[in-house]
């Protein structure tokens, strides 16, 4: 399974964007798929889950702003994140699989994809 993340950009603080996690040479319809993000000179963090059976589980610095959905038919997972903070600005990277019951650990996670930048200026 690859993976490849879209929708990173430039946003001023307060603004809203979603990113897309899109699945190619498999499904993972039945994987967690989990987003993490790494902000320059820090370590690589998590942010959210989404389980196969679409329980989702957010970081206590996101809850309330950010939302994971998926849709399987597309092969697609979705971060929405409203209320973007500067400290939101990160690279954004999605995984796949993890464990079914969710996990926040990445090395849980078996495909990675390449990050897509998110910049939210103050």
């Known amino acids: 399974v690859q993976l490849q993340a879209y929708g990173g950009g430039l946003v001023q603080a307060g603004d809203s964007l979603r990113l897309s996690c899109v699945a190619s040479g498999g499904t993972f319809s039945g994987y967690t798929v989990g987003w993490f993000r790494q902000a320059p000179g820090k370590e690589r963090e998590f942010v959210g889950h989404i389980t196969w059976s679409g329980s989702t589980y957010f970081t206590d610095s996101v809850k309330g702003r950010f939302t994971i959905s998926r849709d399987n038919a597309k092969n697609t997972v979705y971060l929405q994140m409203n209320s973007l903070k500067p400290e939101d600005t990160a690279a954004y990277y999605c995984?796949?699989?993890?464990?079914?019951?969710?996990?926040?650990?990445?090395?849980?996670?078996?495909?990675w994809g390449p990050g897509t930048l998110v910049t939210v200026s103050s």
């Open positions: 995984a796949a699989g993890g464990r079914r019951s969710g996990s926040a650990f990445s090395n849980t996670y078996n495909y």
